[in-house]
């Protein structure tokens, strides 16, 4: 077979997933090289520490190569799918340690002001709609709402830790969280019909 | 374990959806989602919003060698994983990366042989599958020591199985064999026999109508 077509770097984000765990030697440095600062964009942000955020956007990997084939296109890009897996192994790592307090003005600032940043142009267009729908939905949020669902959702705080992060009881804590996901789920859903 | 009031249910799936709550409560939320459906939609549409929210992180570029430790910590992992896997390779089809994770089976002890940056071992070619209707999804060919090949197809939304086909350069069929589809939706990868010139790739339902097509161009 002659060497034409696209160029490793070009071909679909499912195609380099699949040679990433079939062992593909090009195709497996395409793939962590195209996704590795998403991953530890995602982990630098939950774990404090350089050291550990490298540690769990390495896993990130790892699990991801074990389980290439668990991955459902139709949830989402494989962009998406690696930051869920790193989200909740940082998590994981974050709940082994005390919980120190989190920056949760930065870490909104940083969701809701910086774009997205996919690495290259077309992915970006394939992920604006959801993306940028659910970054407005999220900035019209009153801030305490926005700030509880950031804790829970990104930084893994359980409503316990959101209240003693905020200051506030309980129920308050579980009533913003609740509140900020029926309106980003309401603003996902209306925007965007269904459609795989 | 308590069986939950939909009631219930309702108000824990945001900390379920967002990986927040207690142990104790998402096995109670799980437990009644998979009886109750109105509550297993709701607890999706919001675990659609918690996916979504990681997706809202921006980038960082990882320490200098981050993509060198990676590769290697698997490639030292990837020689011992599943070594019955391979096995049955040969046989069975196997749906989307399940191939794929065979593939590394197969590949045991030769994982990313050399340094990845200068292996020039494989070039990939992609081509449209098309049906009647339009685009139905994409063919990828590696040619390489391990020439393999993945198909994505997605038309209607009907579930059941289809076969795969593909024709080599002599015109001769060649059976990938049978895979699921479901929702309109499949997903499957595999080895190809050494040697093989791919010419076009064929999806066909168990009664013969043909659903979908491709010819490759890079044969
Ligand atoms: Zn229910």
Redesign the pocket.
Known sequence: MRRIGPRVEDLPDEALLAGFAAGDPELAAAFVRTFQSKVYGVARRIVADAGTAEDVAQSTFERAWRHARTYDPRRGSVGAWLGIIARNLAIDAVRVRPVVPVDATALLRAMTEEDGGASRPERAALEAESVTTLRAALRQLPTEQARAIVLAGIAGLSANQVAANERIPLGTAKTRIRTAMLKLRSGLHQDGPDHA | MHD???AT??DLCPEVALGAASAEDRADVLA??E??????A?LRSMTDVGDGLAALVPPMEPPPGFEGRVLSAIRERGGRARPAFGQRLRSRPLTVAAAVAAAVALAAGGWLVGETTSAPSSAAVTSALVSRQGTAGTVVLVSGVRPWISMTFHVGSASGSVECEVQDASGRLVALGTFPIVHGYGSWAGPLPQGTTVRGAWVVTPDGRMLAWSAISGG
């Open positions: 939950l009031p939909c249910c309702r009644h989602v009886r109750c459906a109105g509550c297993a709701l």
